[in-house]
Each structure stands twice: as C-alpha cells, then as structure tokens.
C-alpha cells in the first residue's frame, strides 16, 4: 500500500456564485469511493481530491468504459496522472479503478474488498451513480420495451446504490467510522412532469438512507444527502427518451416538458440530436464543451469536497441558489396545505385533542368545564370549535 502523507486543508470557502474548492479539516488523507466515476462531474471531483492529496476508488461501468466517447476524459485523466508534470505527482499511486457493474452484488463485494485491500479503509462513500429516463407514466407503459425503462431506472438509480452500501457497510462498521454521501437531486423533494420513474428512484433511495442513517449511527457512520438541480445530473449522464405519444405534446399539454428542455440541449450538437417523431427508445450521452461543464457542474463538486468527510455533516444539502428556491416553494406549499385542512386531519383525533386540550388549561380547569358543559370527545370537539 502507497505510504500517505499528511495533506494540508484546502482554502476557505468563498462566497463566489461558484466558491473555490474546500475540505473538512483532517489529520491524514482520505479514501473516497466513487460507484460511477465516468460522469463530467466525477472526474473534476476526482482531479480536485487527488489534488489535496486524498485516494480514490473509481468504480467504472462496463458499459460506459467501453463507449469511447463516454471514457474519453477518464482516459485523458488516466493519462494526467501517469505523466511527469509536477503538478501531477504522486496521483497515479493514489487512484485505483476498478471495473464494477453495481448490479451485481458480488462486484460490489469484491470492489469494496479491492479498495480495502489496495488503500486500507473507505473514509467516504460517494453513490453517484445516475441516468435519466424521460418519458410520462403513459409513455413508458405503452410498449414491453419502455416498461423495462421503468424497471431499469430502479435498477441504475436504487438498486445499484443499494448494492455498494450494502457492501461497505461492514467496513465502515469495523472502522467505527465513515460517511456515505448520496448524489441526487432536487427530484428527491419535488416530482417532474416527463420523469416519474427517475423521480420514483430518488425517492425511494432517499427514503431508503433516511432510515439507514437511524441504523448506522451508533457505529459513527454519517450519511449525507446531496441534491443539485435536476437538469445538473441530466446533463452530464446518459439521458434515454422513450417514444412520445402525441396527447403531451407542448402544444396541446401545457405541463412544463423537461423532454423539450433536454432535447433543445442535445440539439445544439447535431451528433447527439434527437428525432421528435422516433417511435423508438432513444439513447443519448450530452456533448458539452468542457467550459460549459465546469460551469454546469463545479458548484456541486465543491460542495461535495466541503461536506464529505465533515465531522458534523447535514444529513441534507440543496445545491444552488434555484434549487433551495425551489424546495422552499415546495414545502411552503405543503405547509400552506396542512394549516388549510388542519380541521379535517385533527377532526378525526378527538381523544388527544382533549388531552391536549387538558394540558394546557390544567387538570383543575378542565375538570370543571366538562362538570360545566358536559364530559366526553363530543363536548371536548365542541369546546374546539369543530
């Protein structure tokens, strides 16, 4: 195993629309575990933790290593660390890839086993694995072929990420320490018109570390839920348009249309442009220029960076000014909707809103308004107003 050498912390984090890159204070460096790292935004994640000095793990889809144009970069940066820059040295002892199909539950297996073995330990788990089905509940049930698109984005966005946790966590478990980070997106707290199923999986892995973080905190492991803008993971992972029927077309359903959005995008490049009228499964990785990715991408990177690893992380964290702004406007709405029908949710619980009720008027008080009024849920229902 490479000998570690003590990294610095990074710059404090500025206040910039797109802050510089910063780490949690530490003592040694890091191991990361990245369960998909041929995505845009992995690799810039990858180039600024080997940079401060940390390892990495990145885990390389089958599928997507063998696409050239997918693993281009992973490969320039393959190259990067293998060259004689100086300001490159020492990052080709400090990453690891290892071919992983998330799956199957014994490459996760063995994958973690890689990492312990070559590294020591997994300091933080990075699930960010991520591809995008676009197609409404109609849609994607018109034919056998887009139903399996449905039971595919499970198996990509849930199952997948399920499998890696799963994994470490008897690693993490004996370290007595660790944390897993979840890359989501926005989608987490709020559907999407034209991705039911992507939103579905969000909501389920979600749900899932929710209830994971109760179970795993007596063993000082975190879990840290990451959610940038949906169109942010879309555009820098394979986006897979399933067939349109014609009653959701923009013209005739004013629904907002995250298929238009993300058409328009791909359309730009004629190489990955998509035909409106295909009556079959479209596939797509999006071509930016690599400025419009660092753009797109480096203010989740930096987030990432700042919290993973934190003695004290949030167990969520919004990306971005309009994705906070989104949420906030999502759970006024729900706010706003609980108080309107608070009667009717309460109306149904009269023995605890007599008890509440007892509660703050004081046993005495209470006792001598139902002499008063009459005893019983019906007289308390009434006291209230209801």
Request: include cysteine; proline fraction near 7%; charged fraction near 25%.
């Amino acid at each position: 195993m490479a000998e570690r050498k003590t990294a610095e912390p990074g710059p404090s984090r500025h206040t910039h629309a797109t802050p510089a890159a910063s780490f949690p204070t530490h003592n040694s460096p890091r191991t990361w575990f990245l369960t998909s790292s041929l995505s845009p935004l992995c690799i810039r994640l990858i180039r600024l933790l080997l940079a401060h000095g940390d390892y990495v793990v990145a885990c390389l889809p089958p599928a997507e290593i063998e696409d050239e144009e997918r693993s281009a970069e992973f490969r320039e940066l393959v190259n990067e660390c293998k060259s004689n820059r100086k300001d490159r040295e020492g990052w080709k002892d400090r990453i690891r890839g290892i071919r992983c199909d998330g799956r199957s539950m014994g490459q996760c297996g063995a994958a973690i086993a890689e990492a312990v073995h070559v590294f020591g330990r997994i300091d933080i788990l990075l699930c960010c694995k991520f591809e995008a089905v676009v197609g409404t509940v109609e849609e994607l049930s018109a034919t056998p072929a887009t139903r399996n698109l449905a039971r595919d984005q499970f198996e990509t966005i849930f199952f997948s990420q399920v499998n890696f946790i799963k994994a470490a966590l008897p690693q993490l478990r004996v370290q007595h320490t660790g944390h897993i980070m979840i890359l989501t997106s926005i989608g987490g707290h709020i559907g999407t018109p034209g991705m039911p199923m992507y939103t579905a999986a969000t909501w389920a892995l979600e749900g899932y570390c929710d209830s994971l973080a109760y179970e795993i905190a007596p063993f000082n492991i975190k879990v840290t839920i990451v959610q940038p803008n949906k169109e942010i993971q879309s555009l820098s992972n394979k986006i897979i348009f399933a067939p349109p029927l014609p009653y959701y077309d923009a013209e005739i359903n004013p629904a907002p249309s995250m298929r238009e959005m993300l058409a328009n995008v791909l359309n730009a490049n004629p190489e990955t442009a998509i035909d409106p009228s295909a009556d079959e499964i479209q596939y797509r990785y999006p071509r930016l220029p690599a400025s419009a990715y660092d753009r797109l991408v480096m203010e989740t990177v930096h987030a990432l960076t700042a919290i993973g690893g934190h003695e004290n992380p949030p167990a969520r964290h919004i990306v971005g000014f309009e994705g906070a702004i989104a949420v906030k406007e999502k759970l006024k709405t729900v706010t706003e909707e609980l108080e309107d029908f608070v009667e009717a949710s309460l109306a149904v619980d009269i023995f605890e809103s007599e008890l509440k009720a007892e509660a703050i008027r004081g046993g005495e008080q209470q006792e001598g308004s139902m002499q008063d009024k009459g005893s019983g849920p019906v007289a308390a229902s009434q006291e209230q107003g209801w």
